[in-house]
Structures are given as C-alpha cells and as structure tokens.
C-alpha cells in the first residue's frame, strides 16, 4: 500500500543506482518502460501487478510504482518499488493519474 510506497521511494533512491533515461509508456492494459537510447524493454508491468501508485512527498517530479515481484504467487508475494522522475509535476500527475485509473 500506500505506507509501503512512501517508505520504499527513500530507500531506493539512497541506492544510487546508476540513473536510466526511459520511455514510460502507460497503455491501456500495462505500463512498458524501455531504455530511450536502444528502446529495449526493461519491464512490462500488467496493472493487475500494481499494488498502489502515487507521488513522492519531497518531490513534486519524483513518482513510484509497486509492483507484484512475484504475481503468479498472491499468497507469498513481496514487491519491487519502481521510481521514476518525471520531466515537469504537470507530466508525473498525468502518469499518476493514468496509472491509478488503469488499476
């Protein structure tokens, strides 16, 4: 949920995982999120995989998603938090939004 997002953001940006610039791409169904300079895929997230979605508190560009890491087992499942900054609020809002609708 929603506590759980709000603490992992935190968390995974302490990380400082190396930076991706990426296509985020909200389709009817799944979010698809590929590398812009090759466009590979590096993940496709089915909605009913996302547990909650919103944005970071701190940062009005910064936003996340969690997802099922493990959706073929409901009852053991654990989670990955996907965070992502966006390039104005305007945009993360859109995302949020079509996210959350989608869901």
Do not use: W
Not at 61 to 68: E, G, M, N, P, S
Not at 79 to 97: G, K, N, P, T, Y
């Amino acid at each position: 949920g929603k506590e759980v997002r709000a603490r992992a953001i935190p968390t995974v940006l302490e990380r400082h995982s190396a930076v991706q610039e990426v296509l985020f791409d909200v389709k009817e169904a799944e979010v698809l999120v590929q590398e812009k300079a090759s466009c590979k895929l590096l993940c496709r997230c089915p909605y009913p995989s996302i547990s909650c979605v919103g944005r970071c508190t701190d940062s009005s560009c910064l936003f996340a998603f969690c997802v099922a890491a493990s959706p073929e087992n409901p009852d053991g499942s654990t989670f990955d938090c996907l965070v992502f900054a966006s390039s104005s609020e305007q945009e993360c809002e859109e995302i949020v939004r079509s996210i959350g609708t989608g869901m």
